[in-house]
């Protein structure tokens, strides 16, 4: 079956003659067709932002209960890996990406699953505390009084990497916020928030009529300067520099969000490692650098091992066993050209550390680029990531670990802290001082719960204002009957 | 591990001297007799060959902060030191006596068979600096070399000063080869060549040389601030002094090199305009399948270069550039790129302090 080549959502209220149609300049190495893109003229955007602001309208007026419910019907399909929908898309994504059929699977399955209600609903309560404050004035005892949560009337969502199914994120957060959403999909995975905008709009019409997918490209300035008038609040996803340059542009935005790269890293203790055993450390280990094929700011760039040369190298030993039985499971992909070219330079340097150089070093490869381990004698020495490329760097204590993180901070996402009580506390609070946002044991890297803090932030409630009734009698006496 | 005065490693050299000269030498015994070399005094070699695979070239990365020198007997007669414009640990390449010998031999055979040709004592003009101002510069060493083997004494010079480029001096020695029709030959990096036609362009100089006049030009762009196609910087020369597009060459050498690669021909084969470069039986280029690392005869791949020239460690290269395979050999199109992350994983390189 030919693969669909749209990657846009318009909505259906969207008259034809507001719209121009073309080829997306969008370079795909793996051959096939080029993506077609549809999107407002650039002098039609005001009315098309318009005509969305309506739709935030139609959402107001919907029980947070129905778009919670519309979600996890829609979500409910999208996690079963034989819906004809599903499978289109990962076909798409298989052929943006590069990625395995099996990687994108597990990539859609750790990913959709969080759109589920219970999921959403615990969202809601862990940022808002009550939920019904979308719908409307709910009794608020601490003020005393009344209140009331308003999301934006229109966000847009700038979308950057290629970790399949990312889009549906920020997407669900502002549908949880009650605001039409304009995205703007990544050249790195352009197919995936077009198909999910769909699916939505086809369980709840008016859902999808909330919904603009698009597609235009960094250097147009002028466009994402329209867009950005319109729209009241901005999500945007990218590169220190891509975020930098929308940021610049945004600042007249009531509400910027940015999820900017990131850094994440592992730690082993000794203790853990001999409580555990590397065979199952290795396993989780492979598992938080396989998922997304390590392309997520979740996922680790280097584990720190405590421990002697021996201990390390028996880890990498297991590590790479547990990452051929990963690769086996969840092949890689096929390799973009010039990141194949970059990791057997990469590769070749490193043979030449753990054969010549330096003795302590050690490098762990399989001969089909599915995955690397190099032994690295600090951060300085690691420089490579992604596609499944780990460090392991030998430290004396995990606090020397944490001390070379120390740098890095603002830029610390997700850090796996192999270490039992009371040492996990004491770490855990140094590295939430330090920057992290997120702290999970070995293994559980890469599945995010959606009710996590996000880069440190409240996503779904940073979206929100709120109106509160306070000091006011009437109010009271009615509430005193 | 062979000893710097073991009769294998002088008849060895004695054999690479005679293939650099053109003799009927069997090059596959040379290939061997280097291997084996390398085997005996850097036995980790054998272990670097296992863990990539294949025998692969020695990555450009071994001459940072460590470096590979064959002879612990026989202190190194020479070291030339990458310029570092990554800001990285600077490369080193230490040079035994021996070593040098052949590498100086190398330089004069391949500019006597490439460049020099059927020019006798012409001017020759450098737009590098001399050895002593730059020792540990490749460039300057090959490039004086050059002066000083073929060119006429009382005329050549480098036109590099502390201060930049001495024009009134390239300008008076331009004007007295055109008075009197003695051809010239301009050697220098890459980039000096633009910014040099870009500076004359300004001050309204140019000059038509006389017939036979030829420039080389070396280095690339790697780690500038500006990339000028190939074919843009031939018109400049063109423009400027007045030289054929067919008698501008390019050569690439390296820091880890003993020789230099020079054009095969006038086709533009590459993405910004490079000709192939020539493979000689004492040194080839080839390229490597991104993927499998397998020797491929067409497209896209990492550059491995043999050259026979160097007996202080192993000699093949992976050098780090991408190259362009053809039926007339490989064109380098271009650096791999280094220290990235892929996805929205931030690359530290991007935030290294």
């Known amino acids: 079956m030919p693969t669909n080549r749209n990657i846009s959502w318009i909505p259906a209220w969207v008259d034809a003659s507001q719209l121009e149609t073309f080829n997306a300049n969008i370079i795909n190495d793996q051959g096939g067709q080029p993506w077609r893109c549809t999107r407002p003229l650039s002098d039609r955007w005001s009315v098309i932002a318009d005509g969305l602001r309506e739709s935030t309208a139609a959402l107001r007026a919907m029980p947070i209960a129905h778009i919670v419910e519309t979600i996890d019907k829609v979500t409910a399909k999208w996690c079963d890996r034989n819906w004809p929908v599903r499978q289109a898309a990962r076909a798409a994504v298989v052929e943006a990406t590069g990625f395995s059929a099996e990687a994108v699977d597990r990539s859609f399955d750790v990913e959709l699953k969080n759109y589920r209600a219970d999921s959403l609903w615990r969202v809601l309560y862990r940022e808002l505390g009550d939920a019904a404050a979308l719908d409307g004035f709910v009794a608020d005892a601490r003020l005393p009084g009344r209140t009331y949560a308003i999301g934006p009337e229109l966000t847009l969502a700038i979308f950057t990497g290629n970790v399949p199914g990312l889009p549906a994120l920020s997407m669900v957060r502002a549908l949880l916020a009650k605001s039409a959403v304009i995205a703007k999909v990544a050249s790195g995975e352009p197919t995936f928030a077009a198909r999910f905008a769909a699916s939505l709009a086809e369980e709840d019409a008016r859902i999808g009529d909330a919904l603009l997918v698009t597609y235009w490209e960094r250097h147009e300035r002028d466009l994402l300067k329209t867009v950005l008038s319109q729209a009241e609040a901005v999500i945007a996803y990218g590169s220190i520099e891509a975020c930098r340059s929308v940021r610049e542009l945004a600042r007249d935005n009531r509400i910027y969000m940015e999820h900017g790269h990131k850094f994440s890293a592992g730690l082993v203790g000794r203790d853990y490692l001999a409580r555990v055993g590397a065979p199952v450390i290795a396993g989780r280990i492979a598992e938080d650098v396989g998922t997304f094929n390590q392309h997520a700011c979740i996922a680790p760039q280097v584990y720190f091992v405590e421990g002697d040369r021996a201990a390390v190298h028996k880890l990498g030993d297991e590590l790479s066993r547990a990452m051929q039985a990963y690769a086996e499971k969840y092949p890689l992909g096929n390799l973009r050209l010039k990141d194949a070219q970059t990791l057997q330079l990469q590769r070749a340097a490193q043979a030449w550390k753990a054969t010549v150089a330096d003795a302590d070093s050690g490098l762990w490869q399989d001969s089909a680029l599915n995955w690397t381990i190099a032994i690295e004698k600090d951060l300085a020495e690691h420089s490579l990531s992604g596609n499944r490329y780990i460090g392991l760097i030998p430290v004396d204590s995990l606090e020397q670990a944490l001390k070379a993180l120390r740098p890095y901070g603002e830029f610390l996402q997700n850090l796996a802290l192999g270490a039992d009580e009371p040492e996990l506390s004491v770490l855990a609070r140094r590295a939430a001082l330090l920057g992290a946002s997120r702290i999970c044991q070995p293994g559980r890297m890469a599945e995010p719960s959606m009710m996590w803090h996000h880069d440190g932030q409240m996503c779904v409630a940073g979206l929100l204002r709120w109106c509160d009734i306070e000091m006011h009698d009437a109010l009271h006496e009615q509430e005193e009957q | ?353």
């Open chain 2, 1 to 353: 591990m062979f000893r710097y005065k073991d009769p294998f490693v002088q008849n060895l050299a004695e054999q690479i001297a005679a293939l650099i000269s053109g003799e009927a030498i069997d090059r596959e015994s040379v290939e061997q007799a280097l291997e084996e070399l390398a085997l005996a005094n850097l036995p980790q070699l054998a272990d670097y060959w296992r863990k990539t695979g294949c025998r692969l070239g020695i990555p450009d990365a071994a001459f940072k902060n460590s470096h590979v020198y064959y002879f612990p007997d026989q202190p190194a007669a020479r070291v030339f030191r990458t310029s570092g414009t990554s800001g990285a640990d600077r490369g080193a390449a230490c040079y035994s006596p021996l070593g040098l010998k052949l590498m100086d031999l190398s330089i004069i055979e391949n500019a006597r068979r490439h460049l020099i040709q059927e020019l006798d004592m012409p001017v020759i003009i450098r737009f590098v600096p001399t050895v002593s101002q730059a020792p540990e510069m490749i460039m300057a060493y090959g490039m004086e070399l050059i002066a000083t083997t073929f060119g006429d004494k009382s005329r050549s010079a480098s036109v590099i000063t502390g201060n930049g480029v001495d024009f009134e001096r390239l300008r008076s020695i331009l004007d007295q080869a055109v008075s009197d029709d003695q051809p010239v030959v301009l050697l220098g990096g890459s980039f000096a060549f633009v910014n040099i036609c870009d500076a004359l362009e300004k001050l309204g100089w140019s000059w038509q040389l006389p017939e036979g006049s030829r420039t080389l030009d070396g280095g690339g762009f790697k780690g500038r601030s500006r990339v000028v196609r190939a074919g843009e910087l031939r018109s400049a020369i063109t423009k400027t002094f007045g030289i054929p597009a067919g008698r501008a060459f390019n050569v690439f050498g390296m820091t880890e090199l003993a020789s230099q690669l020079y054009d095969a021909n006038d086709r533009e084969i590459g993405p910004l305009d490079e000709r192939p470069k020539r493979n000689l039986p004492f040194l080839q280029a080839r390229v490597r399948d991104s993927y499998t690392l397998a020797y491929c005869d067409r497209g896209e791949g990492l550059v491995e270069i043999m050259d026979s020239c160097i007996i202080d460690r192993p000699h093949r290269v992976l050098t780090g550039d991408l190259g362009l395979a053809s039926e007339d050999g490989v064109a380098i199109i271009g650096r791999v790129e280094r220290g990235q992350a892929r996805g929205c994983s931030l690359s530290l390189e991007s935030i290294k302090f």
